[in-house]
């Protein structure tokens, strides 16, 4: 039987946001006793918690998250164990011990361990990144999907960086947790919602161990 691990971080009112995004507010609209059901006012942005960017994030002509193909956000995933801490980058050469792990159409995972510091001062802005050649180094396999259990991918050169990764067709998904739970190698399952046109969507990111 399939084991499953969350890969997602906890959404709820006033959950850590990126600096200058909205807020996230979760508020009643419908009361049990007063109304006869819950219904609940959700208010957040795209890119809250756990989520995948679309192409339309940053590039000008970019195809909004309803046009990325699911199948990038299902099937065999891998994770790169590269450890890192507050401010350390993620270079093409640390790729090198893991070459036979990154091909083209794969779904990579870099597990560096900044998850831990989920909720407390730092986390977006202070983690890990990958440097403009490891990007380009990940474009140049063609992968479908980079996964990080960042916030980002880089938050001093973003735009940079998710340009490289988007013309490429790779598809990103952030704020990823528990990969430490996981073992190198499962299926993912981490689909966006239906968002019409938008640059991004929460995810429920899972690991589903045979």
């Not at 009112?13 to 049990?32: A, E, F, K, N, Y």
């Not at 990007?135 to 960086?161: H, Y």
Request: hydrophobic content about 40%; some cysteine; aromatic content about 6%.
């Amino acid at each position: 039987m399939s084991r499953l691990i969350d890969l997602s971080h906890p959404l709820y009112d006033g959950s850590p946001s990126w600096p200058g995004d909205p807020g996230i507010s979760v508020t009643p609209h419908c009361l049990l006793e007063r109304d006869g059901c819950r219904v609940t006012r959700l208010s957040m942005g795209t890119h809250q918690g756990t989520h995948a960017d679309a192409p339309a994030h940053f590039l000008p002509q970019g195809a909004g998250i309803d046009q990325t193909p699911l199948s990038a956000f299902y099937g065999p995933a891998r994770v790169l164990r590269i450890p890192r801490g507050k401010g350390e980058p993620i270079a093409a050469v640390d790729f090198a011990p893991h070459a036979d792990k990154i091909a083209e159409g794969s779904r990579i995972l870099i597990h560096t361990g900044w998850d831990a510091r989920w909720g407390t001062g730092g986390f977006f802005l202070d983690g890990p990144y990958l440097t403009a050649d490891a990007a380009e180094f990940l474009a140049g396999k063609r992968i479908a999907l980079l996964g990080l259990d960042t916030a980002t991918p880089a938050p001093e050169n973003a735009e940079e960086v998710h340009r490289i990764l988007m013309e490429a067709g790779v598809t990103i998904l952030e704020g990823l947790a528990n990969l430490g739970q996981c073992p190198d190698a499962f299926t993912l399952a981490a689909f966006p919602l239906h968002l019409k046109d938008l640059d991004g969507s929460p995810v429920r990111a899972v690991a589903v161990v045979e």
